[in-house]
């Protein structure tokens, strides 16, 4: 779906957010649909690029997503490989902590850098 709305438009940067309710600390099948995203690095994992050991193993749960039963981290903004942006922050934002819950899910933020051609 990306690659065809990027054939119908000038596209400067793709991102693909959301619950993919896949968890990258989790065994087999259920981080399958995240390693899908990045394994073959046309996509990078935004809040991985500032927090590389987010998906070490046992999973922290200072980077969940989710809360509840199954708590985990399976919130994210993927960002198409871009020589033109960089990430410059990812958060988790619906927290106690920073902006308060607002449901089971914590939000993620993600901020980018445009750096000229």
Request: net charge negative; glycine share 6%; with cysteine.
């Amino acid at each position: 779906m990306v690659d065809e709305k990027e054939v119908l438009n000038t596209v400067e940067a793709s991102f693909v957010c959301g619950d993919f309710n896949v968890n990258p600390t989790s065994d087999d099948p259920w981080s399958e649909g995240y390693l899908t995203m990045i394994n073959n690095g046309e996509y990078i994992d935004s809040f991985l690029e500032i927090y590389p050991d987010a998906n070490n193993k046992p999973a922290q749960s200072i980077y969940n997503t989710i809360g509840g039963t199954y708590p985990g981290r399976i919130d994210y903004v993927f960002m198409k490989s871009n020589t033109h942006f960089r990430v410059m922050d990812s958060q988790i934002v619906f927290t106690n902590d920073v902006a308060g819950e607002i449901s089971d899910h914590f939000g993620m933020l993600t901020k980018v850098q445009y750096i000229s051609k």
